[in-house]
């Protein structure tokens, strides 16, 4: 059973009644490791059968479910593969109930419920989604797009039409993004009333609850931006320390902050070329609302990417009671480098042609380091300039020095603390606790935003498993922040944890917290050049493409941003 890179569900857990069978002598089997199973057979054939147990409770899009409307199986959930034959094709029966339709990224042979990999690994990179399907396909560059949507009894109504629109606008800016297609069909598997996105070769699983199409929340359209990106950036153009296929301890890459962090960056800018609502009204009100968070969060400023990135899919701990991000890491350190390449060519080039050019050298080839990253930055600007960029910021991890760079545009950063208000302007309780149940555990585990708020001082820690919250058990993360989210500054409130087999109650006084706002204010005195940059940057031009350009109205005059929000794509 295969492990996955980033969410390793350990399937080999749901494997049962492992059978072998053989019609050419005794065969024998032993179970060498957790997801290995060693057979032994006298001739060359042998069948292998086994059942995969279904998880019950919540689950996120990515995850295997069987319902009486249809079901999301196949992939590394549910198929085996032979290590020393992984370039092998494979068939695939699927034996459904009548009415039900399917939709995944293997061959389908014509008139049959019979489906061909190529090899191992396009086999489990191919989830298949089950049921009764509503289905619509378009093409981009002759390629066929499908969209598979498998609803929930009773659910809301919305307009299909735009959906399907919508998506193809994406889906047109990011092939003009990379300049090309590395597959032969590509499939949106999109599940109702769930949440969460996982990436694939040729597809992706992703949570779409109706009720969020209906109200045209603009966050479902980041989110598609973002996962398809993925196609190129982390699937096609894969981190150094990804190997193919791999059924050992989960592989973790330095590299993360590009892969996405570049897919956060590219999350909001191609649903702006595509001409569809953002979360943040311009992209000067994006990044005041990244820059902000960027010091909310101050793990972000204490800890290198690769350090962040290394600890992104490690349970609880690595970071100590700071939280960070290589999502917010690496869309930031692109924005910066996207204005030193745009200083450096006045104009004519971005990070366009770095995402274009990381394609031509490693898409479908072998895996990249941020050296290659870094050298795709010079050989756009046609300069070393990056240099001290990527040594400073990258590998040493040095906090951002945001002036540096906005200069570039005519703006200067502009910060400003004030104790947290809610929506009616009262003092905010300070919510910084998180709890998280890595993948394969039963329990929650504590994760602390900061080592200075009121949850560390009373001696709470990343890592604790959380028993109780004022004296009400944590077994549901809905019903963990709904407690946290009723609380008032001068609150006291008891936590039961288990630090290392021993349960303590920690009586924890609440406190408020500071947010920090960021603005980006206009510099007086700029250069022509500058302000031809600033007007450029904020048209969110395609540089590679420049007859492909949306504009979005915007104009010099910068309003404050608000307060910094986390949105669930982190």
Avoid at 237 to 245: D, G, K, M, N, Q
Avoid at 429 to 451: E, K, N, Q, W
Wanted: aromatic residues 10%; proline residues 5%.
């Amino acid at each position: 059973m295969a492990t996955h890179h980033e969410y390793d569900d350990r399937p080999w857990r749901d494997v049962k009644d492992f059978h072998i069978e053989t019609g050419q002598g005794k065969a024998t089997f032993r179970r060498t490791d957790s997801a290995v199973w060693d057979i032994s057979v006298p001739g060359d054939e042998v069948t292998v059968s086994y059942s995969v147990a279904l998880r019950s409770g919540p689950r996120f899009a990515h995850q295997p479910f069987l319902s009486s409307r249809g079901g999301l199986l196949g992939d590394l959930h549910s198929f085996m593969y032979l290590p020393a034959w992984t370039h092998l094709p494979v068939t695939v029966t699927l034996e459904i109930p009548a009415g039900w339709q399917i939709a995944t990224g293997l061959t389908r042979m014509a008139g049959t419920n019979n489906f061909i990999a190529s090899s191992a690994q396009m086999l489990l990179d191919c989830p298949i989604l089950a049921g009764q399907l509503r289905q619509w396909e378009f093409t981009v560059n002759g390629i066929p797009h499908i969209i598979a949507w498998l609803p929930v009894a009773d659910t809301t109504a919305f307009d299909t039409a735009a959906l399907v629109s919508n998506v193809k606008k994406i889906a047109v800016q990011t092939v003009r993004l990379f300049g090309n297609i590395p597959y032969k069909k590509y499939v949106f598997l999109l599940e109702d009333g769930v949440y969460g996105a996982l990436e694939h070769g040729n597809s992706v699983t992703i949570g779409v609850p109706a009720a969020q199409l209906a109200n045209h929340l603009s966050d479902i359209y980041e989110e598609i931006a973002h996962e398809f990106s993925h196609t190129w950036n982390l699937m096609y153009i894969r981190p150094a320390e990804y190997t193919a296929l791999n059924y050992g301890p989960q592989q973790q890459s330095a590299g993360l902050w590009f892969s996405e962090g570049m897919a956060m960056y590219y999350a909001d800018l191609l649903v702006r070329r595509a001409g569809l609502p953002c979360e943040d009204s311009t992209r000067t009100a994006h990044l005041e609302s990244l820059i902000g968070r960027y010091y909310t969060d101050t793990g972000n400023r204490v800890f290198p990417p690769a350090v962040v990135s290394l600890a992104a899919n490690s349970p609880p701990g690595p970071l100590g009671d700071y939280m960070a991000s290589e999502h917010l890491q690496g869309e930031l350190l692109g924005t910066m480098l996207d204005l030193i390449i745009i200083d450096a060519t006045n104009g004519r080039k971005s990070m366009d042609n770095v995402m274009a050019l990381m394609n031509r050298r490693f898409g479908g080839k072998s895996g990249f380091y941020a050296m290659d990253i870094e050298k795709a930055v010079e050989d756009v600007c046609g300069s070393n300039k990056a240099h001290s960029f990527f040594r400073q910021y990258v590998y040493a991890g040095k906090a951002l020095d945001f002036d540096s760079w906005l200069l570039y545009i005519g703006l200067r950063l502009q910060l400003s603390y004030s104790p947290a208000k809610d929506d009616k302007g009262q003092p905010k309780a300070d919510t910084r606790i998180y709890i998280r149940r890595p993948f394969g555990d039963s329990v929650y585990h504590l994760v602390m935003a900061d080592p200075r708020s009121c949850w560390v001082r009373a001696g709470l820690h990343t890592g604790d498993v959380i028993k109780a919250f004022d004296d009400r058990p944590v077994n549901d993360r809905q019903n963990f922040y709904a407690m946290v989210r009723g609380l008032k500054p001068g609150d006291s409130v008891t936590v039961e944890i288990d630090r290392a087999g021993t349960v303590q109650r920690v009586l924890v006084p609440v406190t408020g917290y500071e947010t920090v706002i960021a603005q980006l204010i206009k510099m007086d005195n700029v250069s022509i050049k500058a302000k031809n940059l600033y007007r450029e940057w904020t048209q969110n031009l395609d540089r590679r493409h420049s007859s492909g350009s949306i504009a979005s109205a915007c104009g010099w005059v910068i309003s404050g941003a608000s307060s910094p929000t986390i949105s669930r794509r982190y």
